[in-house]
């Protein structure tokens, strides 16, 4: 999920009255919320799970087990030299570590909830495994829980600040309405995939996605992999809960092409985009005797000439008349593991 969403969720939590359990309370929730995304300046670390975004830190040891003490230390320090400097606090509150910690690790836990339900997915169990986990319940920007989050965050906000005894009452409500709306949405995906595997031609997929779109919630875009070709499909359960609306012939993936294997570590990008790619395709373009290999992944597009998500490698073609011509030390590429 994006950032906003994140932070209101450890926001509306505050607001139901946990920010009141200590001094930078609210703080280490709204932060520990965030804390798993900052995986996104470790692309250059050489150990992968760290490196890898969604790796390491959103799963159930980095990010739910680790992470939650450093935060919370950190605001216990920054705690220790404000009253050092004489700070006044406003709120009133003592300061109690273990509530500082408890919260830290209650906001950081949403964080892997909430991303699990997008069809970007997360390692929840990174470094032990590198599976990627998805319900494909959610769009990344989900416009109802924003406009569910911050109206009762706003509505509490205002009451608090009359000292209205039931300021609590909406981010309460709110976070209840939001969990209800999650599984609700999880359940359309997997009735999504059941209608896809019970109609024609009975599909056995590899991998299967059923993304929401933004605004029109209840909607799936399905695609899938099956013997490596790639198909998609519409559903809408206001229509039909069993069938899918429309379904598109399969197209080859083009990742068994041997210049599109042997790419595969042709670069530090492309191999970064394939350990975290779940569908990807590949087009290959020879040129003489160099070759241009595109990579996508099919989640995000409608095949490589809606190219969203991509990267490319040129690399040569391997031509024994190149080789000869040229010079050229052609070295096989190390493998990969996918």
């Not at 949405?185 to 779109?213: E, F, M, Q, T």
């Not at 992944?297 to 095949?303: E, K, L, M, W």
Request: with cysteine; aromatic share 10%; net charge positive.
């Amino acid at each position: 999920m994006d950032n906003l969403t994140h932070s209101l969720v450890g926001w509306a939590l505050g607001q139901a009255g946990l920010k009141r359990k200590t001094r930078k309370g609210l703080a280490a929730l709204i932060l520990g919320a965030n804390m798993p995304d900052i995986d996104v300046f470790f692309g250059w670390v050489p150990w992968v799970p760290l490196a890898t975004h969604r790796g390491f830190t959103h799963g159930l040891l980095g990010g739910v087990l680790l992470m939650p003490p450093m935060l919370a230390g950190l605001l216990w320090l920054l705690d220790r030299w404000q009253v050092r400097r004489g700070t006044s606090f406003i709120s009133g509150l003592e300061m109690r570590f273990g509530w500082l910690l408890a919260l830290s690790y209650l906001g950081a836990l949403t964080h892997p909830l909430l991303d699990w339900q997008t069809v970007y997915a997360i390692q929840l169990l990174s470094p032990f495994n590198n599976h990627w986990y998805h319900t494909d319940g959610l769009f990344i920007i989900d416009l109802w829980i924003l406009l569910t989050l911050g109206g009762a965050i706003a509505l509490s906000i205002r009451r608090e600040n009359r000292e209205l005894p039931n300021w609590r009452r909406p981010p309460i409500v709110a976070l209840a309405v939001v969990a209800v709306y999650i599984v609700v949405n999880a359940g359309i995906s997997v009735a999504a995939k059941r209608a896809l595997a019970s109609n024609p031609p009975y599909p056995r997929a590899d991998v299967a996605v059923a993304s929401p779109p933004p605004v029109f919630f209840w909607r799936r875009e399905l695609v899938w992999r099956e013997e490596r070709n790639i198909a998609r499909g519409a559903y809408d359960p206001a229509l039909s809960l069993a069938h899918l609306q429309s379904q598109t012939a399969p197209v080859p993936d083009g990742m068994d092409h041997p210049l599109a294997r042997r790419a595969l570590t042709a670069t530090p990008e492309v191999v970064r985009f394939m350990r975290w790619s779940i569908l990807p395709m590949a087009q290959v373009k020879v040129e003489g005797c160099q070759a241009q290999v595109n990579y996508n992944d099919a989640r995000f597009s409608d095949g490589l000439s809606r190219n969203r998500f991509w990267i490319s490698a040129t690399i040569p073609t391997g031509d024994p008349a190149c080789t000869s011509a040229s010079g050229l030390n052609d070295e096989p590429h190390r493998p990969i593991k996918l």
